[in-house]
């Protein structure tokens, strides 16, 4: 099949920086099925600009920011829609090919296109049935304690945690790169300590938004006194008097 390799040239050599962005409906992306694809470059990244790409810092500081978002599974890397985009369900694949080799510095990062809970984006290798191998292979010219990787979507038809334990054959990973390599948010080789992200759900009480029912409401409450109703004051006052106690000369003209 037809080769095609992104950064470096005819002797070698790596891009100092490979940015693809996405867009939510289709845009910025890498399809390339049936051939085998090559990523060269210091710093590789595809994803929505917003809140990921636009992020990336370069240097030292992009080293920690690429492991803070690796693990964090609350960070726009798992959830583009944490950095303020989205992709149409129908568009989430962001790089297709039969098989993929990455060979990075600092950082290769693969934005999850999915929604919070599943992954999608790179979509390589075969089918099951007839699997590709090595389908994706990943090395560094970086310190590999320091460099780190994650990829979301399907290898040979393998999606979410069963596609980190794929291993060799399938998955070539310099062994120093594994401690810092992800999956579908699961170390690469292992599937162990998987990260995704928590979506919390907020508790809200659900209301018969009729009146009786909100405010407790009873129909028909007997009012537990008469009134005292009269045309001016001189009225409501006429009966003081008979409260007042008995004096000894009123008991006498009882008799």
Same mark, same amino acid.
């Given at each position: ?8 040239? =005819? ?49 030292a500081a992009?080293?920690? $920011?690429?492991?803070?978002? /690796? ?17 149409d369900p ?22 999850? %296109? ?22 994706? =292979? /990943? ?22 945690? =069963? ?33 995704? %992200?928590?979506? /919390? $759900?907020? %508790?809200? $009480? ?12 009873? =129909? ?31 008991r006498k003209?009882?008799?």
């Amino acid at each position: 099949g037809r080769s095609v390799r992104i950064g470096g040239g =005819r002797d070698g050599g790596n891009a100092n920086a490979i940015h693809v962005v996405a867009t939510h409906d289709g845009g910025g992306r890498l399809l390339f099925d049936g051939s085998d694809v090559e990523l060269r470059g210091s710093r590789i990244a595809i994803g929505l600009a917003p809140g990921f790409i636009d992020t990336l810092q370069p240097g030292a500081a992009g080293l920690a $920011q690429a492991q803070t978002l /690796i693990g964090n599974g609350n960070s726009a890397l798992y959830n583009p829609q944490l950095g303020g985009g989205f992709y149409d369900p129908n568009a989430t694949t962001t790089l297709s090919a039969r098989t993929l080799t990455v060979r990075f510095g600092d950082y290769a990062l693969f934005q999850n %296109t999915a929604i919070p809970g599943s992954f999608s984006g790179v979509q390589i290798g075969g089918t099951p049935a007839a699997p590709i191998t090595p389908a994706l =292979r /990943i090395s560094s010219f970086g310190n590999p304690a320091q460099a780190s990787v994650a990829v979301f979507g399907t290898i040979n038809g393998t999606g979410g945690a =069963r596609a980190a334990l794929l291993g060799n054959p399938v998955i070539n990973i310099d062994p120093l790169l594994l401690p810092n390599s992800r999956i579908n948010g699961c170390l690469a080789g292992s599937g162990a300590g998987c990260i995704t %992200t928590i979506v /919390i $759900q907020p %508790t809200l $009480q659900v209301f018969d938004w009729s009146s009786e029912e909100v405010f407790g409401i009873a =129909r028909d409450v007997a009012v537990p006194f008469t009134p005292v109703i009269g045309g001016n004051n001189e009225e409501l006052l006429s009966d003081l008097p008979a409260l007042a106690p008995e004096t000894p000369a009123d008991r006498k003209g009882q008799f």
